[in-house]
C-alpha cells in the first residue's frame, strides 16, 4: 500500500474564509459561529493555546467604521436625508458588517499565530 502523503498546509486566506485548521486544513477550526473549537478532530492541534484576543473586533470596528462615516458624509452631501434615517440605515449596516467579518478575521489572526509560533510572554533569544 502506498503511504498516505503528508497534508500541505492551508494558505492564510482559505484557513479565514472556510475554517480550516491551519496544520491539517480540515474544516474544525470552529465550535460555533466565532466560538473556537478546543482542538482539531483531524490532527490533534490544541486551539487554546492561541490568544486572538480583541484585536479583530477592535480593527473590524475602526475599518467597518471608516467606510461607514465616509458613505454618512456621502449621503448628507448628496441626498441630505433626515438624521433617523441614516441611523436606520447605517446602524444595522455597522453590525452587520462588524459580526458578519468576525469570523473571518478571528480565524486570520489564529493562522498568523500560528505560523510564526507566537505566544504569550515570550522575548525572541538574540
Do not use: H
Not at 467597518?64 to 449621503?75: D, K, P, Q, R, S
Not at 441630505?80 to 447605517?90: F, H, M, R, S, Y
Not at 444595522?92 to 473571518?104: N, Q, T
Request: with cysteine.
Amino acid at each position: 500500500m502506498p503511504e498516505r502523503a503528508e497534508a500541505v498546509a492551508p494558505t492564510p486566506a482559505q484557513v479565514a474564509l472556510k475554517g480550516l485548521c491551519p496544520r491539517c486544513g480540515a474544516k474544525t477550526l470552529f465550535a460555533g459561529p466565532t466560538k473556537f473549537a478546543d482542538r482539531c478532530s483531524a490532527c490533534g492541534l490544541d486551539l487554546t493555546t492561541f490568544n486572538v484576543g480583541d484585536g479583530p473586533a477592535a480593527f473590524l470596528t475602526l475599518i467597518v467604521g471608516g467606510a461607514l462615516v465616509g458613505i454618512a458624509v456621502t449621503l448628507q452631501l448628496t441626498l441630505e436625508p433626515p438624521l433617523w434615517l441614516l441611523a436606520l440605515i447605517l446602524i444595522p449596516l455597522a453590525v452587520i458588517g462588524v459580526i458578519g467579518s468576525l469570523r473571518i478575521a478571528k480565524a486570520a489572526l489564529l493562522v498568523f499565530e500560528y505560523r510564526n509560533s507566537a505566544r504569550e510572554g515570550r522575548i525572541a533569544d538574540k
